[in-house]
């Protein structure tokens, strides 16, 4: 892509308008061609109501179903796809074990592992919790906003695309109304599962605490019983592009060959620096 931010800034409103008018006159078409008190009965079966009264029961039946498959076939393609681009990303950065593994676009110019990955958790969300999901949303949307202060502490210019502050405000409204509600009993007699209501909630966040006590062993733990330290080291790709790997250096002799080279690379970032204020001076 050769302008990614103005697409981005200018497909984003555009689609969002879009999809907005196009719900708003489907629902305008459901009410027009099918009664108040039909639609009001129907429950879930509006549009098939709607497709037999304006197409006859044909296509109610027939039609509407296939219609059905191919748009929930379109977003299981759409969000595999993103998500796991998502997750390449995340690899890229080194978070992930076998970081190289999951950054990696063979055999097909695609992220392929991450594809295997995201068949994972959706296997695990199918018949799991789904609350640590909005949890990480929650927490992706604090995070924007830590960063934007980090940036404005730091004397950092404002960058070419920022999301806007109703947008992010909007998700954290709804992310803490899911998440409070979660615990919110239902009506006595009409639970919708066999056991507690609570259990998948607590079950997600059984889940996070796993997580934590991994990146605690991983990062802390097991470097301090183990005597070596963590480093970041960025790597390339076989088509070029940057990634991240956590190195293991030891506190003893084994470590100075790496930490000769880090410091080096200090030296010579330092002196860049230096140079670069100079040419600022000598411009000014």
């Not at 302008?3 to 907005?20: D, E, M, N, Q, S």
């Not at 202060?149 to 109304?177: C, D, Q, T, Y």
């Not at 919708?192 to 209501?197: A, K, L, Q, R, T």
Request: charged fraction near 15%.
């Amino acid at each position: 892509m050769a302008r990614p931010v103005h697409t981005l800034k200018t497909a984003g409103p555009v689609a969002l308008v879009l999809v907005f008018f196009l719900y708003f006159f489907a629902n305008i078409a459901y009410f027009a061609a099918v009664p108040v008190e039909e639609a009001q009965a129907s429950g879930q079966l509006l549009a098939a109501k709607f497709f037999t009264a304006v197409f006859g029961d044909y296509a109610g039946n027939r039609v509407l179903p296939v219609f059905i498959a191919l748009s929930a076939f379109r977003n299981l393609v759409s969000v595999a796809i993103g998500q796991a681009r998502i997750f390449r990303e995340v690899a890229r950065q080194g978070i992930l074990p076998f970081s190289r593994f999951f950054s990696s676009t063979k055999p097909f110019g695609t992220p392929a592992a991450p594809m295997l990955v995201k068949f994972i958790l959706t296997t695990i969300i199918i018949i799991g919790p789904q609350y640590p999901a909005r949890l990480f949303d929650l927490a992706l949307v604090l995070g924007v906003y830590l960063i934007r202060r980090r940036r404005s502490k730091a004397g950092l210019s404002r960058p070419e695309f920022m999301a806007w502050h109703a947008a992010l405000w909007l998700s954290i409204a709804v992310n803490l109304f899911v998440l409070i509600m979660a615990w919110v009993p239902p009506v006595a007699g009409e639970e919708p599962f066999s056991f507690p209501y609570w259990v998948p909630w607590v079950t997600g966040i059984g889940v996070l605490l796993l997580c934590v006590t991994y990146w605690l062993l991983w990062m802390h733990v097991v470097p301090r019983l183990m005597g070596y330290r963590i480093y970041e080291e960025v790597v390339q790709l076989e088509h070029g592009e940057l990634s991240k790997t956590f190195v293991h250096v030891y506190n003893d002799a084994r470590g100075d060959t790496f930490r000769e080279r880090l410091n080096a690379e200090k030296i010579k970032a330092l002196e860049d620096s230096l140079k670069l204020t100079q040419v600022r001076t000598v411009g000014v």
